[in-house]
């Protein structure tokens, strides 16, 4: 959540969160994937690394990379970009 209470920026655009971790070429061309597609669709993207916090770690380190809208899973391992853009389609709409 951001300081306004919502998981949508000042900006008007949802939060991505791509959690991943050192090494991860997956999680490096998941990234990548993300910045293109923002080139499209109005989004904060936030990047975690789940070695810093051992419930993270726990939680996605065979799933990695894992992408979140607003809070809600959406992808993981093979990132779904169609995924992804409908997730931030309907977080954007959802913040109207």
């Known amino acids: 959540m951001n300081r306004h209470g919502s998981n949508t920026p000042a900006t008007g655009g949802p939060v991505v969160t791509l959690y991943s971790r050192s090494g991860c070429h997956l999680c490096e061309v998941a990234k990548l994937q993300l910045r293109a597609l923002q080139r499209t669709f109005s989004f904060t993207l936030e990047e975690i690394n789940i070695e810093s916090d051992p419930e993270l770690e726990r939680r996605f380190l065979i799933e990695i990379p894992v992408v979140a809208v607003s809070g809600e ?4 391992e093979s990132i779904d970009l169609a995924k992804v ?12």
């Open 85 to 96: 853009r409908e997730a931030v389609i309907a977080a954007t709409l959802a913040s109207r």
């Open 73 to 76: 899973v959406v992808t993981q």
